[in-house]
């Protein structure tokens, strides 16, 4: 059997009552039905003043007294949220308070030597932790995955745990189960096991994203199922990440902040996430969430989906869903940023095609002159730009981004979508990767200090029916959405506490890639939920003086949609327009460009001719 020594921690016991005999002592909290009463199963064993206690099963919080209370243990000078034992499996708040067993451990054995007024030690032995893996917390779902080196299923694969994976190809060879493992609170949410270790379901997996998957040994994944699945209460889909958040030293609360405020200021789709731990080949490997992917679906991205490589005029407006990276990619539109502010920092505009994924020419064609014209409006400052970029949207997204202070936004993983059709505008959705969540000041705007620039957002900033869209939508939300924000944080930590202390301890030491860091250690998630809260409260107050003060507001509406008109569909993409080509490119593209790095890159996308032809005529447009 093996046996897992908890360290000992010292406690005061305050001996209330004379008497000289060895008091009566108890157990009482969680574990005795929940009334913290003095029951006979839970009275410890006294032999001449060394008190024992047998449990079968040990969690929540509890203090050790007399059947009175004159008797109690009392803390030490231990700081909140202090970990009183090697392992972790012991909490304590305050002096005064509760010991806290933080995780259900089975077969506990509990003594220490009584001496009236002394100090005391508290030894606790336990075989393991409730919910199998010895790692686990046990207070979460736990999603199993396994990956195979071929299709019989007989070897494991332990390429995918490697902490040097750096390729993003998909192991296919691979199955799941999540186990729900009691979890109540996410049952009550709709949350349901799905498969099992007997009857695993197939999946494909592979590692996601750029630096959190080449620098740190804990990696984000993206899930294809074989088939839809509801996971967790989100919506029903093959697609799904699993994101490591192994960067993130904010408690885990960077993206569930921002992707929290994004659903509750009416954004068109914001992704979901779900806390679940994992275990990949049988390796606990921590604390990750499972996240909707962005897709363009009925529940996600609720747009026209538009396909590959499509030349039909009457299909190719849309429906786009991009990305404004900070890669050059091969998928992509570049072109300069403008602007009008002075000694802005600007970059190339890249336009990542997310969906479709390949473009045709004439795809290349819309994309660019929609780009271009919203590009020329930020330059000018003029209003043109709403009757192609979606002003509500524009807005709501910004105030998000500045009440967490995102220095990376608008700058990569920033997404853009436009549904098919004259009448139709681009969007600032969804939010995603808020990994750089409150780097930036309490006291000023994000963008001032992000040293790669952030694309646009400081020239629409001097567009005044943006401003005037930002101050009317900031007092509604701050005076309605906003509110409960600060509540649903408190219980989100309280879901994760134990898992985050598991997942320091799987990652606590070990060895990094090459260049890589190390994994977050969030085992304090109260300190770092205080610091979260403080920036937030720090930083919304000092917002009310640019926005407005919302607090003397307490009546301000919703404003009503911009109703500025869309702009006309080029004519090449209007009915009889037939057998259309075009050579990609546009003129503010430079032969050559620095990028980010400060490599010297020659720019694809230069010298463009595009040849309309319509019926027996024909003409020639160079741009």
Partial sequence: MRKMLVSAFMAVVAAMSASA?????????????????????????????????????????????????????????????VDVSKGGFFTMKKPGENFNCTQPLTNVNLKFVYTEGASLTLEVTADGIVG???????????????VYTDESHTAFDNEIISKDLDHKNYFSNAEYWLDLNGCEWMKEEGAASVGSKEEPLPLEIKARGNWTRKGFSKKPFKLKLGKKQGLLGMTKSKHFAILAHADDQRGYLKNFVGFNLGKRIGLPWTPAQQPVEVIINGDYRGLYFLTESIRIEEDRVNITELDDNVSDPTLASGGYLVELDNYDEDNQIRMVEKTCVDNQLLDMLRITFDTPEEYSELQKRFVTDQFSAMNDAVG???????????????????????????????????????????????????????GNAFSGPDNDF??????????????????QKFNDKVSATWLWFMNNGYNGIYDDIDEY???????AQADFRRWDGQPVPDGGAAVADNRDMQDRKNGVVGKLKAKTEWLKQIFGDYSANPSAAEPERDNTPAAALPDYLQSGVENVSTDFGDTDCPAEYFDLTGRRVENPAKGSIVIERRGASARTVRF
């Fill in 493 to 499: 930590v309280e879901h994760l506490t134990a898992a």
């Fill in 21 to 81: 005999d060895y008091p009566t002592l108890y157990l009482r909290g969680d574990m005795t039905n929940g009334d913290w009463g003095a029951h006979e199963e839970y009275r410890f064993n006294n032999d001449n003043g060394t008190y024992t206690l047998h449990l079968d099963n040990l969690s929540g919080a509890f203090k050790i007294a007399d059947a009175e209370w004159n008797i109690e243990t009392t803390f030490g000078a231990y700081e909140v949220g």
């Fill in 380 to 434: 000018a400052n003029s209003d043109v730009l709403w009757s192609y970029l979606d002003l509500d949207d524009a807005a709501r997204y910004y105030i998000v981004e500045e009440i967490i202070s995102q220095t990376e936004s608008y700058h990569g993983s920033t997404y853009l979508f436009r549904d098919r059709g004259e009448g139709q505008k681009w969007h600032f959705s969804p939010l995603w990767d808020c």
């Fill in 446 to 463: 994000f963008y001032n200090h992000d040293a790669f620039g952030n694309t646009w957002i400081p020239s629409i900033r001097t567009n």
């Fill in 132 to 146: 199998g893996d010895d790692r686990v917390s046990g207070t979460l779902p736990v999603l199993h995955i396994n």
